[in-house]
């Protein structure tokens, strides 16, 4: 989540800019040419009239107008302004989900402890529940990815995990620090410790202090990567101050026409401005407004009445549809080098069709690289291959183990694809299925509050399976699991007619969940008419989403999770075994939470919530279609070197 709201002085600053400028030359463009040392080379253009946003832009802000803080929000026109919380406490500094699904925000509603607590509610202002443990907590921003929230308590920036339920104290200094928010990557957080600006990766490791000397009023972070901050630079370069994470190459942000820039704001008819909030007019009170050239006065006032109006946010995914997926990173990133070697990469396992296809292209286009099949591990250690990637299951892996370890013992190292092998040193894992597993079981188990009867399907009794069932279950007494390992042969032991005897018999199951998902679960769960229906995961096909969604409008109680996997991750591996044999270093936060040697992955949720804005043009953006599982297309080799190496 990002707060597109400028600061106060900024605003102040920039209104003597553009108030004296209106006769100068013409803005610049939307175009920006960064250093070599930004993240990106190229701020996103204003979109043409094909480019309709996919979300939009709607604000939500904080106001006194009732005579205590409420959370409002609003179109970006200024139209249609609602209160959403409209409680006696002070609800505060409201973010919205990156989906533009729910809010959280800041209250200090009565509770046993009392204090201030983040919140988070639906868009509409429905189905409101306190999320943070610790007193006084304030100023959340939500993770682009949408799994997480960050916040400070008492001078220190927390973590909170949403599907774990997790509260980490990232910072746990002596030092004052605030005001954190998130990379558009989700992968680094920025904060203010004693009036400077750090950055920090997400897990809180490699904390380190971008800006020196001078009065430095807040930090954002620019769409294309880098930082802004209001800060009375020591050297005089700038007060709207634009700077790398490394504190270099800073730059003047200027005024008119600029920082829309760095922090856009998109009308709905696809312009691009700036948002701010404050008493630029003296007024008395703070209000709401909208800074560009294609207004006739240059500022448009969205708020009108005597309150103060202000931290206003927009959802992370608004704007022209080529921001659909901020998780992966700017589409305009400097090129990687694709020279190298020579090297030898060595395949095998399951390889076939769209994997076969990803994997030739990635070979095809690095240089000096060439690419050998081998019939199983054993075949391209003797080879002689640099690297081996082996396309896998959690089953395979079993018979696979050791030659896997004589690969790593003969300095080979191995990419494992589709499977989490735990194999210390050597090799690494392209997979999500360990991940998948988990959320869904905790989110299930979360939905349930803890307790209930829930229904568990460990396919084949696997191992990996019941570590994650037994470690999910261990701390939640009040859960009463009906477990079952049915096999893979003979009849299908997860049919229509088991799962009806099952509920019948327990009419009080509040989950079933399988270690392999079963499509025919859903077309049961629609069309039967159980008095509770429990709660499953959908499987990510054209077919069962799109009436997911119609069972949702019709009023229907089901409620299931779906997973958007990336796909394409054999092109990721060949491209990961490139960087790795040229010398490149794994990111301290490239595995997954939890491991150290499965590669992280943004994985995409869908829930109830958030499954209307995912039918239409964010579908058709994936892979997959009618009888195919919908994946996220692999990622550039761009996207794979800043999220996996440093």
């Known amino acids: 989540m990002k707060r597109y709201a400028l600061f106060l002085a900024s605003l102040l600053v920039a209104a003597m800019l553009l108030l004296g400028a209106c006769a100068q030359a013409p803005a610049p463009t939307a175009t920006l040419q960064p250093t070599a040392a930004a993240t990106a080379t190229e701020i996103i253009p204003t979109p043409t009239a094909t480019e309709e946003p996919i979300l939009p832009c709607n604000i939500v802000f904080d106001s006194d107008r009732d005579g205590n803080r409420e959370i409002y929000s609003m179109a970006p026109d200024g139209s249609n302004q609602v209160n959403l919380s409209n409680d006696p406490a002070d609800d505060t500094d409201p973010v919205w ?60 920036i927390y973590l909170l995990d949403l599907a774990a339920g997790t509260e980490v104290n990232l910072t746990n200094s002596p030092d004052k620090d605030e005001q954190a928010k998130f990379s558009p990557d989700g992968t680094r957080i920025a904060w203010l410790r004693g009036g400077q600006v750090y950055v920090m ?36 370069i700038c007060k709207n101050c ?72 927009i959802a992370a995914q608004c704007g022209p549809t080529h921001g659909l997926y901020p998780q992966y990173g700017s589409q305009a990133e400097e090129p990687v080098s694709t020279s190298g070697g020579p090297f030898t990469i060595g395949y095998t396992g399951s390889i076939d069709g769209t994997m076969q296809q990803d994997f030739e292209t990635a070979c095809s286009e690095l240089e000096n690289i060439t690419c050998v099949h081998g019939e199983n591990i054993t075949a391209l250690i003797d080879q002689g291959v640099d690297a081996i990637i082996n396309a896998s299951n959690r089953w395979d892996l079993y018979g696979s183990g050791p ?55 460990n396919f084949g009794d696997s191992g990996l399976m019941n570590n994650i069932i037994e470690n999910e279950l261990k701390d939640r007494p009040e859960i009463s699991p009906y477990r079952f390992t049915p096999s893979y042969e003979g009849s299908n032991p997860f049919s229509d007619g088991t799962v009806k005897a099952l509920l019948t018999e327990h009419p009080s199951i509040g989950g079933i969940w399988s270690s392999e998902p079963q499509q025919d679960l859903f077309w049961l769960l629609k069309d039967d008419t159980f008095k509770n229906k429990p709660l499953f995961e959908c499987i990510a096909k054209k077919e069962i989403l799109i009436e997911w969604k119609n069972q949702i409008d019709a009023g229907s109680t089901l409620q299931c999770v779906s997973f958007i996997r990336p796909g394409g991750m054999a ?55 009618e009888n195919e599982l919908y994946t996220v297309p692999h990622l550039t080799p761009q996207e794979i070197k800043s999220l996996w190496f440093e």
């Open 403 to 457: 030659a896997v370890h004589d690969a790593v013992g003969a300095g080979i190292p191995v990419f494992m694809l589709n499977a989490d092998s735990d194999e210390p040193n050597g090799v690494f894992n392209l997979s999500v299925e360990k991940e998948v597993a988990t959320t869904s079981l905790v989110w299930m188990i979360k939905s349930m509050n803890d307790k209930g009867e829930i229904a568990l399907y």
């Open 571 to 625: 092109y990721d591996g060949v491209y990961a075994a490139f960087f790795y044999l040229n010398g490149s270093k794994f990111r301290s936060d490239a595995f997954a939470q939890g491991s150290t040697n499965t590669l992280r992955f943004d994985l995409i949720m869908i829930t109830n919530e958030t499954i209307p804005l995912w039918i239409g043009p964010k579908l058709e953006a994936l892979n997959g279609g």
């Open 242 to 313: 634009i700077y790398t994470t490394d504190g270099n190459d800073i730059q003047d942000a200027g005024g008119k026409g600029s920082i829309q820039q760095f922090l856009p704001f998109w009308t709905d008819e696809g312009d691009r401005v700036e948002m701010g909030f404050g008493d630029i007019n003296h007024t008395g009170h703070e209000d709401v407004f909208l800074v560009g050239e294609i207004f006739p006065d240059v500022f448009k006032f969205l708020t009108h009445d005597a309150g103060n109006n202000m931290n206003t946010d």
């Open 201 to 236: 990766n997400v897990d809180g490791s490699n904390p380190t202090q971008v800006t020196r000397g001078g009065e430095v009023a807040g930090v954002d972070w620019s769409v294309d990567g880098r930082l802004y901050s209001v800060w009375e630079q020591p050297d005089g």
């Open 97 to 156: 989900s990156p989906d533009g699904s729910q809010i959280a925000f800041t209250s200090d509603r009565p509770t046993d402890e009392g204090g201030r607590y983040i919140y988070i509610m639906q868009a509409d202002g429905s189905d409101v529940r306190k999320v943070s443990t610790y007193h006084d907590s304030q100023r959340p921003d939500w993770s682009p990815l949408g799994n997480q929230i960050v916040y400070e308590i008492n001078d220190d």
